[in-house]
Antibody, heavy 118, light 107 residues
Framework: QVQLVESGGGLVKPGGSLRLSCAAS????????MGWIRQAPGKGLEWIAY????????YYAESVEGRFTISRDNANNSLFLEMKTLRAEDTAVYYC???????????WGQGTLVTVSS | DIQLTQSPSSLSASVGDRVSFTCQAS??????LNWYHQKPGRAPKLLIY???YLETGVPSRFRGSGSGTHFTFTINSLQPEDIGTYYC?????????FGGGTKVEIK
């Protein structure tokens, strides 16, 4: 079945970096745009990044523009999120999600928790 | 950016009740709206796309309606597994945005 599994979360100090990965299976990864959405503890959902099929076009929320980079490896069915200059307000569960139809996310991975704290 | 305002922020109803809640967009987004359900401790799941189309496998007691700036989500005959938070999401334009959520509880 269609599955997305995130990894790479953890505790990092303010100003630090982290790279999240998302392993996709059960569908043709090369045929889908992909995105990252995050959820701060006890808060709602925030879309943060989106990438086209080939990895040429990327889009970011203003809150992460210039600090986060979305990328993909179609040969290995993987999506990545490189996060730099992390701030306390970046603390959240990060979900990767498949774009099943125009900018509509289904399914989502189980999420990986990123905690930015000294 | 397009703001989505969900109302109410929470509600409590009995099993079997019909419940409805709304999502108001800050500009006309035609029918570029999705609804997701997030159970406690779980990832969100798509229920409704294009404002009113039921995702494959989603029970028919869920219904979405509306267009433009005003949208409604309805659960006919609330079930215990329907608890959690429901989010609307617009895809009319970037940045993609979500509403603040409506939390549904069972009385």
């Amino acid at each position: 079945q269609v599955q997305l599994v995130e990894s790479g979360g953890g505790l990092v100090k303010p100003g630090g970096s982290l790279r999240l990965s998302c392993a996709a299976s059960g569908f043709d990864f090369n045929d889908h745009y992909m995105g990252w959405i995050r959820q701060a503890p006890g808060k709602g959902l925030e879309w943060i990044a989106y990438m086209d099929i080939r990895g040429f076009d990327t889009y970011y929320a203003e809150s992460v523009e210039g600090r986060f980079t979305i990328s993909r490896d179609n040969a290995n069915n993987s999506l990545f999120l490189e996060m730099k200059t992390l701030r306390a307000e970046d603390t959240a569960v990060y979900y990767c999600a498949r774009d099943s139809r125009t900018k509509t996310f289904d399914p989502w991975g189980q999420g990986t928790l990123v905690t930015v704290s000294s | 950016d397009i703001q989505l305002t969900q109302s109410p922020s929470s509600l409590s109803a009995s099993v079997g009740d019909r419940v409805s809640f709304t999502c108001q967009a800050s500009k006309d987004i035609t029918d570029y709206l999705n609804w997701y359900h997030q159970k406690p401790g779980r990832a969100p799941k798509l229920l409704i796309y294009d404002a009113s189309y039921l995702e494959t496998g989603v029970p028919s007691r869920f219904r979405g309606s509306g267009s433009g700036t005003h949208f409604t989500f309805t659960i006919n005959s609330l079930q215990p597994e329907d608890i959690g938070t429901y989010y609307c999401q617009q895809y009319d334009s970037l940045p993609l945005t979500f509403g603040g959520g409506t939390k549904v509880e069972i009385k």
